[in-house]
């Protein structure tokens, strides 16, 4: 379980293919306190720390987390957001964030507001119902609010704070991003079907 709030960013060393997998090498400012089978999230997706050789640790991505995500397009040198699993007792910053990454989105257009910045974004219209005004997305691993959402689009307002400490600043239009809806409206949605089908 995480929470949305990135704790720093990695650098990949290293891309190895694996079968219909893809290994990847990773290095940290916190790689020394990393243990193998320790929870990670990597631009919103939960990976299992199997190796760790500070400052470098090693994941490995299977072809269904590849499909869904952007980490296929990862390559020496990509920046990527991390966070660690939340501790039990800690204060909930961002949202409630699994780690499950359900689609892809594409960011469509970025501007500069007096200090800040907008950025829109295109994602499928078949999860239209999880996003609701002034809600919760998880956007490669940013916890973020969502406002001007149509069937198809969103926009998110990103803070200095944001921008300079994730890699959202590597973004531009034509980007590919991780996303991950609010596993309440999840609920909500499935519960509605359900009983819509006497259930």
Known sequence: MFTGIIENVGIVRAVRP?????????AC???????????????GVCLTVEQVNPPVYKVTAIRETLQKSNLGNLEAGSVVNLERC????ARLDGHLVLG????QGECVSISEVRGSWEMRFRY????S????????????GISLTVYNVTADQFSVGII???YEQTNIKELQPGSVVNLEFDIIGKYVQRNLAFREQGY
């Open 100 to 103: 499950h990454v359900e689609a």
């Open 124 to 127: 499928p219209a078949e999860y």
């Open 129 to 140: 119902g999880l996003l609701v005004e002034k809600g919760s997305v998880c956007l490669n």
């Open 18 to 26: 694996k079968g219909t997998s893809m290994e990847f090498e990773i």
């Open 29 to 43: 400012p916190f790689a020394d306190e990393l243990k193998v089978d320790q929870s990670l999230a990597h631009n």
């Open 160 to 162: 200095p704070y944001t």
């Open 86 to 89: 939340m501790i039990a007792g």
